[in-house]
């Protein structure tokens, strides 16, 4: 028996101070594991860590999950600087492993938010955004994407002739999120593909001053999106088949309408349900959104 506690408490004490050793060698830089620079102070979390925290509540469910969004939850940031360009002080984040993103602590809720609804109707303009903790603060982060250019630049007529059906959808989700903020510099084009960034300006169901909704239809479908807007002109036939589909979807709308209540609120995803359904409905029955003539968004 005294052999045994010998040999365990022996055992414990080489694993301590193989531990300590390691990390004094990590801290002075001679061996050990490459040191981790750029990390700010006040992150000490390991993968591990990450998994138990907030992050598991926010994941997406399966059906609509992409495989980026685990890459985003689940790494370690290694490199965390600020982003140039933004009013609200996005983070530029560089995760171990490879992988990038935009971390966002204001209106993380709404980033997030906008990609569920994004992904739910398959638009596939948001890049995957998801929620965790950067540097100890709960926000949105989002895939970055390289070598971009922002959808108002020069060229962005050549740009838009060649992409009109994302500009479309894009206009179609602006529309659903009520975003008041879609200008020149938020969203962004790279090979014919467009991608809708900073959508936190958006969902704003009662509060009037923010929300573009309490404005008539036809004043909210007439608001230039980057500069375009289509009403009354005929879908695409599979954007619109695609739009119809998630009309018939029941079960999808009311799984939505549940994740949406967690991030904004019941009303306000009431709000958007309400909004997809009837923009949905409108391009099923006509094959285009025009004029409505009807208060297309109170809830009661
Ligand atoms: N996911 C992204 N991929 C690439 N660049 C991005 C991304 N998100 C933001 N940016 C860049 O950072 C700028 C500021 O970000 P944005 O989200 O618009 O912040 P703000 O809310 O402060 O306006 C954008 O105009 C764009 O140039
Ligand atoms: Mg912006």
Same mark, same amino acid.
């Given at each position: 028996?005294?052999?045994?506690?010998?040999?365990?408490?022996?055992?414990?004490?080489?694993?301590?101070?193989?531990?300590?050793?390691?990390?004094?060698?990590?801290?002075?830089?001679?061996?050990?594991?490459?040191?981790?620079?750029?990390? &700010? *102070?006040?992150?000490?979390?390991?993968?591990?860590?990450?998994?138990?925290?907030?992050?598991?509540?926010?994941?997406?469910?399966?059906?609509?999950?992409?495989?980026?969004?685990?890459?985003?939850?689940?790494?370690?940031?290694?490199?965390?600087?600020?982003?140039?360009?933004?009013?609200?002080?996005?983070?530029?984040?560089?995760?171990?492993?490879?992988?990038?993103?935009?971390?966002?602590?204001?209106?993380?809720?709404?980033?997030? *938010?906008?990609?569920?609804?994004?992904?739910?109707?398959?638009?596939?303009?948001?890049?995957?955004?998801?929620?965790?903790?950067?540097?100890?603060?709960?926000?949105?982060?989002?895939?970055?994407?390289?070598?971009?250019?922002?959808?108002?630049?020069?060229?962005?007529?050549?740009?838009?002739?060649?992409?009109?059906?994302?500009?479309?959808?894009?206009?179609?989700? =602006?529309?659903?999120?009520?975003?008041?903020?879609?200008?020149?510099?938020?969203?962004?084009?790279?090979?014919?593909?467009?991608?809708?960034?900073?959508?936190?300006?958006?969902?704003?169901?009662?509060?009037?001053?923010?929300?573009?909704?309490?404005?008539?239809?036809?004043?909210?479908?007439?608001?230039?999106?980057?500069?375009?807007?289509? &009403?009354?002109?005929?879908?695409?036939?599979?954007?619109?088949?695609?739009?119809?589909?998630?009309?018939?979807?029941?079960?999808?709308?009311?799984?939505?309408?549940?994740?949406?209540?967690?991030?904004?609120?019941?009303?306000? *995803?009431?709000?958007?349900?309400?909004?997809?359904?009837?923009?949905?409905?409108?391009?099923?029955?006509?094959?285009?959104?025009?004029?409505?003539?009807? =208060?297309?968004?109170?809830?009661?």
């Amino acid at each position: 028996m005294r052999f045994f506690e010998h040999t365990l408490f022996s055992g414990l004490k080489m694993i301590l101070l193989e531990e300590m050793t390691f990390r004094w060698l990590e801290k002075f830089g001679v061996g050990g594991k490459e040191p981790e620079k750029n990390v &700010p *102070a006040g992150f000490a979390g390991s993968e591990k860590e990450l998994e138990h925290s907030e992050e598991k509540r926010y994941a997406s469910p399966p059906e609509i999950k992409s495989p980026d969004e685990e890459i985003l939850i689940s790494r370690r940031e290694t490199k965390v600087k600020s982003l140039e360009g933004g009013t609200t002080h996005p983070l530029f984040v560089e995760l171990k492993d490879d992988g990038k993103g935009v971390f966002k602590e204001a209106a993380w809720e709404r980033e997030r *938010a906008v990609y569920l609804i994004d992904r739910f109707l398959g638009l596939e303009l948001v890049p995957p955004t998801v929620v965790r903790q950067v540097n100890g603060i709960l926000g949105s982060l989002q895939r970055f994407i390289p070598d971009a250019t922002l959808g108002g630049n020069k060229d962005m007529e050549t740009h838009l002739a060649a992409c009109k059906t994302d500009m479309i959808k894009l206009w179609l989700l =602006d529309i659903i999120i009520d975003n008041g903020d879609r200008n020149y510099a938020n969203f962004l084009i790279k090979n014919s593909k467009v991608y809708a960034i900073d959508n936190g300006y958006s969902l704003n169901y009662g509060n009037k001053k923010d929300s573009l909704c309490y404005a008539d239809f036809e004043k909210r479908i007439s608001l230039y999106c980057g500069y375009k807007r289509f &009403p009354g002109e005929n879908l695409p036939v599979k954007l619109a088949g695609q739009m119809k589909k998630f009309l018939e979807n029941t079960a999808g709308q009311k799984i939505l309408q549940e994740l949406l209540a967690e991030l904004i609120g019941e009303d306000n *995803a009431r709000a958007c349900l309400k909004r997809i359904v009837f923009v949905t409905k409108m391009i099923a029955e006509k094959g285009a959104v025009g004029s409505a003539g009807e =208060d297309y968004l109170a809830i009661d």
